[in-house]
C-alpha cells in the first residue's frame, strides 16, 4: 500500500482520481473546497489553499510528522476557466484580465511548484522509489480552436493555457535534478473530458480529436495509474498525451 498526496480532489477528475487511489492505497487528499476529516479506510481529506506557502508547509509538515515519509504526490489542483468565468461574468473579461491572470498562476502553476518543493524537503527520500505527477492539459502547448467556443458559455483561457505551458517547464527542471534520486517527475495532459456539454460543444470539439469522442474520467486515470506502477520507474521528465490523437495532428 502506497502512501499518496493528491492536491485537487473536488473536481471532476480529482473526485475519480481519489476514488480509484484509494482502493489500494492511503491517499490524502486536499482541496480549497473540501473540510479535514476521514472518508472511508484509506482516504483523508484536508482543505489546503495552495496559493499560501505558509498553509502549503505546514500540510506536508505534519503530514511527515503524523504519518512519515509519502510515495507519491499529484498535482492537480487548478483554476479553471468556469472559475474564472463566475468571476469576471464575461468571456470578454476574461481575455486579459490581470486578476484573473494572477489568480490562476498562482493556483496553477505557483501552488504545484510550493508543493513540490515541500514535498522535497520534507518527503523526499534517496532510498525509496518516489513518484511526482503534474497534471496539464492538451492546451499547455497546443492552442484552443477559438472558434469552437464561440457560442458557448465557456473557452479556455491564455491564463490557463499558460499557466499548464509553465508545468511543463518545470516538470522537466525536477526531472532531470532528482532523477539520480529515485524521485521521478512526469505530467500528464488530458482531452477535454465529458462533463454534461451540449452537443454543439460535443460535435465542434470532437471534430479535431482522431478518436471522435471527449475523454472520460477512467481514460485519464489509465496514465496516473500507469506512472505511480512498479514498471514505470524508467518515465523520467514526460509530458503523457491521453488525448484520442488531438496532438498527433
Request: hydrophobic share 35%; net charge positive.
Amino acid at each position: 500500500m502506497k502512501k499518496i498526496i493528491l492536491i485537487g480532489g473536488s473536481g471532476i477528475l480529482g473526485k475519480y482520481y481519489a476514488k480509484k487511489l484509494s482502493e489500494n492505497n492511503q491517499v490524502h487528499v486536499a482541496d480549497i473546497g473540501l473540510k479535514k476529516g476521514r472518508s472511508g479506510n484509506n482516504r483523508y481529506n484536508y482543505f489546503l489553499d495552495i496559493r499560501k506557502e505558509e498553509k502549503i508547509t505546514e500540510f506536508f509538515r505534519s503530514l511527515k510528522k503524523k504519518y512519515g515519509t509519502f510515495d507519491i504526490l499529484i498535482n492537480n489542483a487548478a483554476f479553471t476557466t468556469e472559475m474564472a468565468l463566475k468571476k469576471a461574468k464575461s468571456k470578454k473579461k476574461d481575455y486579459f484580465s490581470t486578476k484573473i491572470w494572477d489568480q490562476t498562476i498562482n493556483t496553477n502553476l505557483k501552488g504545484p511548484f510550493l508543493a513540490c518543493k515541500y514535498f522535497i524537503k520534507y518527503h523526499h527520500n534517496k532510498k525509496i522509489d518516489q513518484r511526482v505527477i503534474n497534471v496539464g492539459t492538451i492546451y499547455g502547448l497546443y492552442s484552443p480552436h477559438h472558434k469552437i467556443y464561440d457560442s458557448q458559455n465557456f473557452f479556455s483561457s491564455i491564463s490557463y493555457s499558460s499557466s499548464k505551458a509553465g508545468l511543463v517547464g518545470m516538470t522537466r527542471w525536477l526531472a532531470t535534478k532528482y532523477a539520480k534520486e529515485k524521485t521521478s517527475f512526469n505530467l500528464i495532459s488530458p482531452a477535454g473530458v465529458f462533463n454534461n456539454h451540449n452537443k454543439k460543444f460535443i460535435s465542434d470539439y470532437t471534430n479535431m480529436i482522431p478518436k471522435k469522442k471527449m475523454a472520460s474520467e477512467k481514460q485519464i486515470y489509465s496514465a496516473i495509474e500507469f506512472l505511480i506502477s512498479k514498471n514505470a520507474d524508467y518515465v523520467i521528465g514526460q509530458n503523457i498525451f491521453v488525448d484520442g490523437g488531438f496532438s498527433a495532428w
